[in-house]
Structure formats: C-alpha cells, structure tokens
C-alpha cells in the first residue's frame, strides 16, 4: 500500500465510497446499508443526495426515495450545521454529538436576528408539539407555526430557528411535499433510535467515515465532523479495525479491510468513468479537494463559497462538470 501515490490515494477512496467494486468487503446491497456505510451523504441539493445514495446502493432513485418515505433515511444536520442524509436510527445522537460546536459558534446570531431566550424557547415547544400533533409540517406550516405562538418567522428569523431546532436532535426532515421540505419530530417516526454513550458515539462515527471515506487525514476528519482535533485524537482510539498509515510526510486512517484490496481492483476503479451529482462526497468528504478537483477546473466543480455541480470523473479525477 502507498498511499504517497494520488492515483492509489483515488483509487482507494473510490473503493471506499462504494463506487467501485472490491471483494475485500461486501458492497452494500440496499439503500439502508449504504446510508449506514457512509455514514452520512452530503445533503445540501435534495436531489444531488438522492442521486449519490442511488449510485452508491446500485438501484434508481426511485429505491431511494422509498427508503426516505419508509423513514429508513433522513435529511438534517448532522456534520458542521450542513445538511445531510443519514440512518433514521441514527439520528438523535448524530445530531447530539455534533450540534455543540457549531451551536457555539452562533449563539450570537439570535440577538443579531432580534430573537430572546424567550422567543427560541416558545418557538421550539410551539414546533415540538405541532410537529407530534399534526405532523409532517411544511416549511412554511413550521413559519406559521412559529408566527401563531408570536414569534416573527421573516427577516430570516424563520430558517435560523429550523436549522437550530433540527440540530438539536428532536427535529428532521422528511420526503418531500412536492418540490416543498417536510419536517418530522423523532418521537412520531417510531424509529428506534440507537443511543451509543458520547465515547462509543465518537468511535462509531469515525469508524464509519475511516471505513467508507478512508485513506482520510486528521485533516479530512476534522472538516467532515466538525469536531477539533484534540477530541477526535481521543475518539480513533474507539474506532474499530482502522489502520494508520503514514506517506509522504502524511498520516492516514483506513478501514483494515483495505488491506485485501488488489492491484486489478485499484487499476479497475481508476479505468471507470464515474458521473457524480452535486455535493458528492468523493469531492466533499475530504478537507482537501486537490488529489481529486485540478485548481482550474475548480470554478466549473465547486467553488470557494460554496456552489457545486454535477461533475465527471476518469483516472479518479474530476474533468469537468457533468452537462449531461
């Protein structure tokens, strides 16, 4: 294994990510395993996911919007306040681990956005109890939720206050109304929800990403969690069968199952072409994006503040976006 050379680096992550095949571990077979081997899936574009989870599981859409009909998936914000999809099971203390981070870092936007402790108090039961009442709600059903309990939704009050809430743990998103956001409490889904302690939870999530997105730099796990370094250190010692490799002045975490992975199976993910939807995690599960995105094609891919398209790739990198 050398991971000093980009093009085994590619082709290893594209192993990883259920793109390309390998007999070194099963390749998840439906939509619930594929959610559960990534962990999460970029969510940013509704329908971008869908499609990533769809080519990764090897069935349509369509299979994949069952799933998130079934409540087997759903979309909320997991990872650094960023939309994703993710196992329903899972949900609660995904959101619960990496919420604290990032509600720190906006804790000032509700006095900015003229909201008390008092109003975010009365939004969140008022939505917790319409959405255990009457739900699914609508995005604008949440607005007039919030306005009816006297809290203004305008002014950008209203999506702030559902992306707080739905970090919380409580709050996701379901199928889709049409082309309109659905919103579903945990508790009416009757989904069991898994409830690893806050240590077991840190090595399960690492676990995951290590096996489906690695070779990964401490770097790479930092952006994907948005955990700090000094707690994610502490938590891949709870990772299970990760190994640590260092290259070129670099170290990497992967899943030991790589190990197996053959010559033929690299030289075959890399002779693929690969036709990508937006947000893919082959591009945003990593921190840096250069072993696999040329600097001059970055504008037609994905830019610095924060637009993406759909893409292609060949030997593992991208060429181009997808206009197909």
Same mark, same amino acid.
């Given at each position: 294994?050398?991971?000093? +050379?980009?093009?085994?680096?590619?082709?290893?992550?594209?192993?990883?990510?259920?793109?390309?095949?390998?007999?070194? +571990?099963?390749?998840?077979?439906?939509?619930?395993?594929?959610?559960? =081997? &990534?962990?999460?899936?970029?969510?940013?574009?509704?329908?971008?996911?869908?499609?990533?989870?769809?080519?990764?599981?090897?069935?349509?859409?369509?299979?994949? #919007?069952?799933?998130?009909?079934?409540?087997?998936?759903?979309?909320?914000?997991?990872?650094?306040?960023?939309?994703?999809?993710?196992?329903?099971?899972?949900?609660? =203390? &995904?959101?619960?681990? $990496? *919420?604290?981070?990032?509600?720190? @870092?906006?804790?000032?936007?509700?006095?900015?956005?003229?909201? @008390?402790?008092?109003?975010?108090?009365?939004?969140? +039961?008022? #939505?917790?109890?319409?959405?255990?009442?009457?739900?699914?709600?609508?995005?604008?059903?949440?607005?007039?939720?919030?306005?009816?309990?006297?809290?203004?939704?305008?002014?950008?009050? $209203?999506?702030?206050?559902?992306?707080?809430?739905?970090?919380?743990?409580?709050?996701?998103?379901?199928?889709?109304?049409?082309?309109?956001?659905?919103?579903?409490?945990?508790?009416?889904?009757?989904?069991?929800? *898994?409830?690893?302690?806050?240590?077991?939870?840190?090595?399960?999530?690492?676990?995951? /990403?290590?096996? !489906?997105?690695?070779?990964?730099? &401490?770097? %790479? #796990?930092?952006?994907?969690?948005?955990?700090? !370094?000094?707690?994610?250190?502490?938590?891949?010692?709870?990772?299970?069968?990760?190994?640590?490799? @260092?290259?070129?002045?670099?170290?990497?975490?992967?899943?030991? =199952?790589?190990?197996?992975?053959?010559?033929?199976?690299?030289?075959?993910?890399?002779?693929?072409? /690969?036709?990508?939807?937006?947000? %893919?995690? /082959? #591009?945003?599960? /990593?921190?840096?994006? !250069?072993?696999?995105?040329?600097?001059?094609?970055?504008?037609?891919?994905?830019?610095?503040?924060?637009? @993406?398209?759909?893409?292609?790739?060949?030997?593992?990198?991208?060429?181009?976006?997808?206009?197909?």
């Amino acid at each position: 294994m050398d991971l000093s +050379r980009p093009a085994e680096l590619r082709a290893r992550r594209l192993i990883a990510q259920a793109l390309a095949p390998t007999a070194a +571990r099963p390749r998840p077979g439906t939509v619930a395993e594929v959610i559960r =081997w &990534m962990g999460a899936v970029q969510g940013q574009t509704y329908d971008a996911g869908i499609r990533a989870l769809g080519l990764r599981a090897g069935y349509g859409e369509e299979a994949v #919007l069952k799933a998130v009909a079934e409540h087997e998936v759903v979309r909320c914000w997991p990872q650094r306040g960023t939309l994703h999809f993710i196992p329903t099971a899972d949900a609660r =203390w &995904m959101l619960r681990l $990496g *919420n604290p981070r990032v509600a720190r @870092s906006t804790a000032t936007r509700f006095a900015a956005l003229g909201l @008390s402790p008092e109003d975010v108090a009365t939004a969140r +039961r008022a #939505l917790h109890d319409a959405l255990l009442a009457d739900g699914p709600l609508t995005r604008p059903a949440v607005y007039q939720t919030f306005a009816a309990a006297g809290v203004d939704p305008t002014d950008g009050r $209203g999506p702030y206050l559902i992306r707080t809430f739905g970090r919380e743990g409580d709050v996701v998103q379901g199928p889709r109304q049409g082309k309109t956001e659905t919103f579903l409490h945990l508790d009416a889904l009757r989904v069991a929800q *898994n409830d690893p302690d806050p240590d077991q939870a840190l090595g399960l999530l690492l676990t995951r /990403y290590l096996h !489906s997105h690695g070779p990964a730099t &401490m770097k %790479d #796990l930092v952006w994907w969690t948005g955990l700090g !370094s000094r707690v994610l250190r502490a938590g891949l010692d709870a990772a299970e069968d990760v190994l640590e490799v @260092s290259a070129g002045g670099e170290t990497y975490w992967l899943g030991a =199952w790589q190990e197996a992975v053959t010559a033929e199976e690299l030289e075959a993910a890399l002779a693929a072409t /690969y036709r990508l939807p937006a947000f %893919d995690e /082959y #591009l945003l599960g /990593y921190a840096d994006k !250069s072993y696999a995105l040329p600097e001059e094609l970055r504008p037609q891919v994905l830019t610095k503040n924060g637009l @993406s398209w759909p893409f292609v790739v060949e030997d593992g990198v991208a060429v181009g976006r997808d206009v197909g």
